[in-house]
């Protein structure tokens, strides 16, 4: 965070907005002296005040904080705002026993979103309610604004997944496997698969059988099967189980890269909170069925936190 | 379109070149198998093995004794000439109806009367001879030895002795050449001229000779005959009849009664058109006449073709639903428990068209099984009685007429319809899969079902009515060839119960309907663990 360029956009929106620092100042509660030294980078914000600021700016704290307008998104926020993920009061149960409460969460379109909780929470009962393995007792799933009951086939041509380990067919060959996915989801271009198979870094060992991979390559194959429909959402349920580092680092690499390039949204779930971390915009900790917290990494960030510690905070389970 | 491209899918996944040539490989040696069996049932080899053998260590004994006595060379003779005509016999593969059987009797005779009378000639004087000519009795039967030295010394004087070697020696040329010309025409030209014909039998004769038909089991003797020894009236199926015949021991009600014999007129009037016709036009039948149809031992005088033999492809699913309940099983329980089903649900496509794409791949591969069974069958086939025969119309009954088809479509049209019972099996095996998702409990339920058609009709066949309730069962369809070829233990249960095709098609469709909703429902409402 650049406390001056920070400052220096802070100005700049007050302009914009036609305020001055004394209205800034009654607004928030706090003196004009303290909203000019914030423009002039001496102090900086804090959360609460950033919030408030980022709502009356109509800007974002990310962007509040990194001192600039993201403007593509912006753009997009103008003139489609798009939702690519809506759960609405989501509930699940298996028996008695309520895994899912009245679940809402709302992905935008190129948003990384981790999804971290403890064992049990219903991380991948969620994903799975998602996509269609489980039936929801109650509420609405909606994917690129296609409700999952009623539209189903529209709904799902827009998701790709990977849950758990990606099981494919082990006496086929990678290419095989992706040939299969491309003929159910009516992908012609048998160029795309090669373009695909370059992009997981397979090219040398694709026709071989999956059952000689290793479990890297099968999660880079099965990566490439998530994104053989080009989705608009794409949802990993524990991708980096049992990866090396190495293994570890390639898939962050092509995650960031899909996004930037696609401007895809993803869905991560994991247990490995140091990568949630550096791939994820946005955190949702999930425990007991609920939602209970959502927010940006920034903020953790701005309070010099790692999510780990924001994590156990969360969960009132610190037993470091 | 997309249920056409799930089933695409699910061929590329399941279908190897590995894979096929174990299925081919399993379905030859069934197929040979079948072809023999078939060539048993309709050839009427007879078995000479054992008087052979019999024969033979009589001699053998015989021969290394020193010093024989009269009756002992007598039966040494004997002996010897048995063990000879029956290993000719044998080695020849002669029918136990052909001609050549009748021939070789009389030859024997007249062998070994010629042989008594040697013995008479050359042993006169000797003690026990004297007895046996003066014995009283008229039918001296102490031994063999005795009877045929006291027929001979009684039946005939000395001239008439010297007559009957020499008519013996003229019969003996005269069959020795019939039977090294092997020709069955010449065999009724000789019976011809020596008035040996019954008045009945004389236009068959004349047909035979005409012809010059070689063999007995040439199917243009066997066409005349069967059509002349078929009969023309229907069974009566009256009360009295009833009663008169084999009565309510064979048939423990009326209704039983007219229900069996209107399936026996009904086969038999058909039967009857069809020979006509091949009579008439000099072509072959591929007609099967088992052991119950009502004349003689009509089954005696069929000829085998290689239609016969390609008509057991419906047989074939004895091994073909094995085949399919240890490659199939795991149809949808292997996905869900490799995890690869979670691929298919998180596709744009309904559960119903996964369902339905996966139960139409079913049917086509055990559809493709089936043909390959019909391709080695035909091989087999002409590998043993030639293509041409594959090649040539089949003759159906229909409306009252007699119609040439493609012998190959019309096999194909009735695939399609005997595959439906099939088809039910299926539902089942896809049921399970389904609904248990366990690959292991599929096949062995399968397979047990696969089996139990064989055992039903066993009991059905071998027990009285207590257990026909069985027939309206789809298990009891499984294996169409029970119904459609005629066996005969099975032709006693059809008869006795109306089972037909067509019934097993409804009762059938039936399961399959009911079967495949439950699974529909079953898997829609499911959550997907695995």
């Not at chain 1, 209205?23 to 002296?33: C, F, Q, R």
């Not at chain 1, 790709?160 to 082990?170: A, K, L, T």
């Not at chain 2, 008035?195 to 038909?213: E, L, P, T, Y």
């Not at chain 2, 009904?266 to 007609?287: E, F």
Request: proline letters at 2%; aromatic letters at 12%; hydrophobic letters at 40%.
């Amino acid at each position: 965070m650049n406390q001056e360029k920070m400052g220096k956009f802070i100005a700049q929106l007050r302009v914009e907005h036609n305020y001055t620092q004394k209205e800034i100042g009654d607004k928030l509660g706090i003196s004009d002296n303290s909203v000019s030294k914030w423009e002039r980078g001496i102090n900086a914000p804090d959360i609460y005040y950033l919030t408030t600021l980022a709502e009356l700016f109509d800007v974002t704290v990310k962007e509040l904080l990194n001192g600039e307008r993201d403007f593509k998104k912006k753009e997009i926020d103008e003139n489609h705002h798009e939702k690519v993920l809506e759960i609405s009061h989501v509930s699940k149960k298996f028996g008695s026993r309520m895994i899912l409460h009245d679940i809402s969460l709302d992905i935008y379109e190129g948003d990384i979103v981790g999804l971290i909780g403890p064992n049990g929470a219903g991380k991948t009962t969620l994903i799975k309610t998602i996509l269609n393995l489980y039936h929801t007792n109650k509420g609405t799933i909606k994917i690129c604004g296609y409700d999952t009951k009623k539209n189903l086939e529209q709904a799902l041509s827009k998701v790709g997944c990977i849950i758990e380990n990606p099981d494919m067919y082990q006496n086929l060959s990678g290419r095989k496997n992706l040939e299969i996915t491309a003929l159910i989801n009516g992908i012609k271009d048998k160029n795309y698969i090669n373009q695909m198979i370059s992009f997981v870094k397979l090219d040398t060992r694709i026709d071989d059988k999956v059952k000689k991979y290793s479990l890297g390559m099968k999660q880079r194959l099965g990566l490439a099967n998530a994104l053989m429909k080009k989705p608009k959402l794409l949802i990993l349920d524990e991708p980096t189980n049992g990866l090396d580092p190495i293994g570890i680092k390639e898939l962050r690499e092509m995650l960031k890269q899909i996004s930037r390039q696609e401007n895809m949204s993803i869905l991560i779930s994991s247990h490995i909170l140091s990568e949630i971390e550096n791939i994820c915009d946005e955190i949702v900790i999930i425990d007991e069925g609920k939602i209970i917290s959502q927010f940006g990494i920034e903020e953790i960030k701005y309070k010099n936190r790692s999510l780990e510690e924001e994590f156990f905070l969360k969960t009132d389970k610190n037993d470091v | 379109m997309k249920i056409i491209k799930l089933v695409k899918s699910e061929f590329i996944k399941n279908y190897t070149v590995k894979k096929l040539v174990v299925i081919m490989l399993l379905l030859t040696p069934f197929c040979i198998g079948l072809t023999q069996l078939t060539d048993l049932w309709c050839n009427n080899v007879g078995n000479y093995e054992n008087s052979h053998s019999v024969y033979r260590a009589h001699y053998e004994k015989l021969l290394q004794k020193e010093n024989l006595t009269v009756e002992e060379q007598y039966e040494l003779y004997y002996n010897k000439v048995n063990m000879e005509t029956a290993q000719f016999l044998k080695e020849n593969k002669v029918a136990a109806n052909d001609w050549k059987v009748d021939v070789i009797r009389e030859l024997t005779y007249a062998l070994l009367d010629n042989y008594s009378i040697k013995i008479l000639r050359e042993h006169k004087n000797d003690p026990i001879i004297e007895a046996i000519c003066n014995s009283e009795n008229q039918y001296y039967y102490e031994s063999r030895f005795s009877s045929a030295i006291h027929h001979t010394c009684t039946a005939y004087t000395d001239v008439e002795q010297d007559e009957l070697v020499l008519n013996n020696v003229k019969l003996i040329d005269e069959y020795t050449y019939l039977l090294k010309e092997d020709k069955y025409y010449l065999y009724i030209q000789y019976l011809i001229d020596h008035d040996r014909i019954w008045k009945d039998d004389i236009d068959m004769a004349k047909f035979i000779i005409k012809n010059k038909v070689g063999n007995m089991n040439d199917y243009r003797a066997l066409n005349y005959l069967l059509w002349t020894q078929l009969p023309i009236t229907e069974i009566k199926k009256d009360e009295a009849s009833w009663m008169n015949s084999d009565g309510p021991y064979k048939f423990p009600t009326y209704q039983d009664y007219v229900r069996y014999y209107t399936n026996v007129n009904k086969d038999t009037q058909s039967s009857q058109a069809i020979l006509y016709y091949s009579s008439k036009h000099n072509i072959k039948h591929d007609l099967f006449f088992d052991k119950t149809t009502n004349v003689g031992q009509i089954d005696q005088y069929q000829y085998m073709t290689s239609k016969k033999i390609v008509d057991e492809v419906f047989y074939l699913p004895i091994i073909i639903l094995i085949i399919v309940s240890v490659t199939s099983s795991g149809i949808v329980s292997a996905e869900h428990n490799k995890g690869t089903i979670k691929n298919i649900i998180t596709t744009p496509i309904k559960r119903w068209k996964i369902l339905l794409s996966k139960f139409i791949y079913l049917i086509l591969h055990t559809y493709i099984i089936w043909i390959i069974g019909l391709g080695i069958l035909s091989i087999c086939a002409g590998v043993k009685y030639g293509f041409n025969d594959l090649f040539t119309p089949k003759l159906v009954y229909y409306n009252g007429n007699v119609i040439e088809v493609n012998y190959y479509l019309y096999l194909i049209k009735d695939l399609c319809i005997a595959g439906i019972p099939i088809i039910a099996f299926l539902s089942i095996l896809f049921f399970i899969s389904t609904v248990s998702l366990n690959t292991v409990l599929t096949t062995s339920v399968t397979t047990i079902l696969a089996i139990l058609p064989l055992i039903l009709y066993y009991v059905c066949a071998n027990f009285k009515t207590t257990f026909l309730f069985l027939t309206h069962l789809p298990f009891m369809y499984f294996i169409p060839g029970f119904i459609m070829t005629k066996q005969e233990w099975y032709t006693e249960i059809i008869k006795k119960t109306d089972m037909s095709l067509m019934s097993g098609v409804i009762i059938s469709i039936i399961t399959i309907v009911i079967l495949y909703t439950i699974t529909n429902i079953v898997y829609y409402k499911r959550d997907i663990k695995n």
